[in-house]
């Protein structure tokens, strides 16, 4: 081993005399011994008092990078100052200070070396690695609307159209939110004339004509990007919507139909179309739509949706909507509400003659409210009516009651008739309430058909609701045969096994549906999440984990899954910092 304090002496003495090539070449010695930032800095000084710039810049870059790989900074940093004052535009050296200073949260200084060692690529043609370090400017710094430009220009220089298009809208978009409507549109149309299909662009102008309220000029940006994008599903509700406050309510349903005809399970454009029918007062083609959205709103917990959408339907369906919404306040907790509405469909049970339900509401009422003497003498009254076998029923109800309970019946008739379902036990299905005799009317209607997919889906609820998961599983499996109704079904039967512990039987049937449900259906994450659980819960811990990451990844805040995750996941301790050796300066 070569002795190193003898070595920098000698090379001292030669320095001193003026002997710095001989100086050199004593400290050369030094430089295979091993990486030391100190030997290549002081012969990078001696090359600089010799005048021979280009080997001084190559000693002092080889020492700012040991500084840097041994965790000196600070030091790679003064070294990289040093090197500038030598070669002020060397980009190479302008961009590793650059970086050094975003690591230690310099960004000012940061951002002025990257820009520096970009217009100097720029000036030299060396466009790609000019938009390299813009792109990193805008890493640290993403609303400099300067850079922004500049990253934008070299993107179009360089024939990337669309990100450059891109670029120029979202620069517009930022202007737009400022309230800078001229400067918004001035980057939209550059866009534009770059892109002319760009969807980000036509919606943006689109968003323009609607602040300035010209609503048939942003429907004709926002027509256009339909026409390009006709599989996007957020474009085209949205040009429903603006159709809408339009006035063009036929152009609205047109498109809600298309959109509804591509997936029938989208409640979101079922529910806008649902609410159109309303307001021209088609209450059956409303239902029709509106009824998944009020099954998704109960499924949720969504009390306030559901009931608002129920309360449509109080003339068309008078007594199952009341039922439903009864249960949905049970199910809320809600004791006030539910008492209103229990005395409401008591009263309604009364006009039909039906006394025996009646009489059981006005009792759950009475529960609520032990000191309602109305509710009390309502009962007593119909507790007499009941006990007196002798009277035929049609000698206890008016002939008023009687003629409006006829009407009340064949109303309902013809409503199941005309859409084919048992109306009133698809309002009772999954709830908690005794089947109500009406119910029980329509009911036998199609009983015995395994085509009555509604009927079957409806006894499912009410088996699973008892327990009786296996009688619940079979009947779901025969409403599945419906296809607006198989996914729905499909998960029910997987939630009958999970409530059976029969978990790999409930994890094949949440797999064959996630198999039939695209990624981007709302609800997609929730079966994931249930697939999960089925998982855990069957001990095949690395499985469920593997579910729960991949969902997080896709939506971070998704229900608990965070905390699932950490439950699961053995935590692991990061690596401590790497030891640091002193060094001294030899000069």
């Not at 002496?9 to 070449?25: H, L, P, S």
């Not at 759950?364 to 309502?378: F, G, M, Q, R, W």
Request: glycine share 6%; hydrophobic share 40%; charged share 30%.
């Amino acid at each position: 081993m070569k002795d190193k304090a003898a070595i920098i002496e000698a090379a001292r003495k030669f320095a001193a005399k003026g002997q710095i090539d001989k100086a050199i070449a004593e400290m050369e010695k030094l430089l295979s011994e091993g990486k030391d930032g100190n030997i290549y800095n002081t012969v990078g000084d001696l090359y600089l008092k010799k005048g021979a710039q280009k080997e001084a810049v190559e000693a002092f870059t080889k020492a700012a990078e040991i500084y840097r790989e041994d965790g000196f900074s600070p030091k790679a940093m003064a070294l990289y100052k040093k090197i500038l004052n030598i070669l002020p535009a060397d980009a190479d050296t302008l961009t590793a200070l650059a970086v050094l200073n975003a690591e230690k949260g310099l960004t000012a200084n940061a951002v002025e070396n990257f820009i520096r060692a970009a217009e100097i690529h720029n000036r030299n043609g060396d466009t790609e690695k000019a938009l390299d370090l813009y792109e990193k400017v805008l890493h640290i710094s993403p609303f400099d609307v300067n850079i922004r430009l500049k990253t934008t220009e070299l993107y179009l220089k360089m024939g990337l159209k669309e990100r450059a298009a891109n670029g120029y809208t979202s620069i517009a978009s930022d202007f737009m939110g400022k309230g800078d409507a001229n400067k918004a549109h001035e980057y939209y149309y550059k866009a534009i004339e770059i892109d002319p299909q760009n969807i980000s662009t036509l919606i943006g102008f689109s968003k323009l004509a609607e602040k300035a309220n010209n609503t048939d000029k942003a429907l004709e940006y926002l027509a256009q990007a339909v026409s390009f994008a006709p599989d996007n599903k957020s474009l085209s509700l949205s040009y429903a919507n603006l159709a809408v406050k339009a006035g063009r309510k036929e152009d609205a349903k047109n498109t809600l139909l298309k959109l509804i005809e591509k997936d029938p399970s989208d409640t979101q454009s079922k529910k806008l179309l649902g609410i159109l029918y309303l307001e021209e007062g088609g209450l059956e083609k409303a239902w029709k739509e509106l009824l998944p959205c009020i099954e998704e709103s109960v499924r949720e917990q969504d009390w306030a949706e559901a009931v608002g959408l129920l309360s449509n339907f109080k003339k068309l369906y008078p007594i199952p909507v009341r039922e439903r919404v009864i249960n949905i306040f049970r199910s809320k907790g809600d004791k006030q509400a539910l008492l209103d509405w229990l005395k409401e469909l008591a009263g309604l049970y009364e006009e039909t003659g039906s006394n025996h339900e009646a009489f059981q509401l006005y009792r759950e009422a009475s529960e609520l409210d032990p000191h309602d003497t109305v509710i009390k003498n309502k009962m007593g009254a119909l507790e007499n009516i009941l006990s007196s076998k002798a009277r035929p029923k049609s000698e206890a109800v008016s002939a008023y009651e009687a003629d409006t309970a006829a009407k009340e019946l064949e109303a309902l008739k013809t409503a199941v008739a005309r859409t084919g379902k048992a109306v009133t036990e698809s309002f009772s299905a999954g709830l908690t309430a005794p089947a109500p005799k009406t119910g029980d009317i329509f009911s036998g209607l199609d009983k015995g058909s395994e085509e009555d997919y509604e009927s079957h889906y409806v006894s499912g609820v009410d088996y699973r609701r008892r327990g009786l998961f296996d009688d619940a599983v079979r009947e779901f499996q025969i409403a599945a045969g419906d296809p607006e109704k198989t996914l729905l079904s499909l998960r029910m039967i997987a939630l009958c096994y999970m409530e059976k512990k029969a978990y790999p039987l409930a994890i094949a049937e949440f797999g064959k549906l996630l198999e039939k449900m695209p990624a981007r259906d709302e609800r997609y994450l929730d079966i994931k999440y249930e697939l999960a659980d089925a998982y855990s819960n069957n001990n095949d811990h690395a499985k469920a984990l593997e579910l729960y990451s991949e969902i997080q990844a896709m939506n971070p805040g998704f229900r608990d899954v965070a905390q699932k995750i950490n439950a699961l996941r053995a935590q692991t301790q990061r690596a401590g910092d790497k030891p640091k050796r002193d060094r001294v300066s030899y000069i």
